[in-house]
């Protein structure tokens, strides 16, 4: 299984940062497993920010809410993020996973994003 991010590497304070990963050698169609972001800021260790279930649905981490979805298009085999009202402190690695929270098996080898002000 591998998954691969891709995106923007500078997004400006304010805008929407959409992320978008791509999934083979597993299908998100019927999938069995959760499929989440995590990301990692400098200087600190890995952050769940949401995951997409497998059950159906999503579920996103508290400090996240309202400000950021995740989706996906199983007909591209893709999961999406969107983080809204990006800010500084934003700017980390953002890795796409197979699993839930910072439980996964798989990961892609992550893409740094940078919000300048």
């Known amino acids: 299984v591998l998954l691969q991010e891709s995106g923007p590497g500078l997004v400006k304070s304010s805008q929407t940062l959409s992320l978008t990963c791509t999934v083979s050698?597993?299908?998100?169609?019927?999938?069995?497993?959760?499929w989440s972001w995590i990301r990692q800021s400098p200087g600190k260790g890995q952050k769940w920010l949401g995951t997409i279930l497998h059950t159906g649905g999503s579920r996103i981490d508290t400090p996240f809410r309202g400000r950021l979805t995740i989706s996906k298009d199983t007909s591209k085999n893709q999961f999406t993020l969107h983080l809204a009202s990006v800010t500084p402190e934003d700017t980390a690695i953002y890795y796409c996973t197979r699993g839930f929270g910072l439980q996964y098996d798989y990961r892609g080898q992550g893409t740094q994003v940078t919000v300048s002000a």
């Open positions: 050698g597993a299908s998100l169609l019927g999938s069995d497993y959760d």
